[in-house]
């Protein structure tokens, strides 16, 4: 008998409902395998939490979250409006979901951007670009970088008010998300996208530098260079060339948005971070609070990030693909949630939970 134990951070908005239909999934999960348990343990994370306890990432989810073989997060945020009622350092993006990923020290963060040619429909892009599906994997590094780097808020010598942060990577911190990459590369098509902004940045002369470094170590990877402009150009005109993108955070933040774009929803942007010792899995996508409680949130990404946590912490490849496969089913048969559900396309329409439970019927036929 294996027994994980699982962290759930439920998180804020849509954050709950997403939850529950992963929470499905890993049960059912469990049902169809003798030999798994999974003691799962939710933990209050984010807006939540702080308006609980004052902390958006108390200390005693930091705890579960050391104590678990693997994390599962909800996304988190709240309005505009209502983060107002935080203070700017306790809002959960910076006083959750960083020091998460710092403390766990997730440095590679997955995030596949995929459609199965039989749902390019999905796509906002014509048939004749995605007709074929979409099927790149964004590595995006995810402890460095503009988001970690020393900030400071002042007043300057002529009496403006000025900010300055900082971009800042050492060349382990590189060469630990380039080595990750190119081993991505080597179980994929062989070929890495390497993304950066060296006409500019000198930030990416030293990315470029240590991917020179290291290329000669994986002989059969072909590398080649982007800048990240026109990678967000030439991934919406021709999205077919990419298979393995790395980049830094910042980078990696915007174009894996992109990536949900191109895709047709944000709520298809599963994703797994994953460091030396413990990952985490999350949605891409933020926590929605304009639909929130309305059970029509596409859990598609939390229960994507479900089977991601299955293949990366588990080992567990089989039920992993299983769980795409019932998931591709559902899509098969027609049924979305309304994210996809655009006027004309034909799409049942079903809510969050309806989705969640399809997903666990295709599953269990497998
Ligand atoms: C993401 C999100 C986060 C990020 C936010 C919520 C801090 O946009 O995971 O892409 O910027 O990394
Ligand atoms: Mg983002």
Redesign the pocket.
Known sequence: MKKYKIALLDGDAIGPECMREAVKVLKAVEARNDNIEFDLVHADFGASAYFKVGNAFPDETRKICDEADAVLKG???LSYEETQKIPVDMQ???GA??PL?KHLDTYA?L?PVSLPKSLSHFSPLKAEIVGNGIDILII?E?VGGL?FGDKEVGVNDDGLRYVRETLEYDEKQISQIIHFAFKQAMQRKKVLHNIHKSNVLKSSVLWNEIVAEIAPLYPEVEVKQQLVDSAATLLCLDPGQFDVMVME??F??IL??QGGGILGSLGLMP?ACLGDNKAYY?P???SAPDIAGKNIANPYSMIGSVAMMLEHSFGMLEESKNIWKAIQSVYAQGYSTPDLSKPGSGVKMINTDAFGDLVVDELNKL
């Open positions: 996304p988190v945020g959960p993006e910076r979901i960083l990923r963060n995030r995006r995810l988001y955070n910042m990696g933040d894996s948005d994703s999350e891409s996508h933020g």
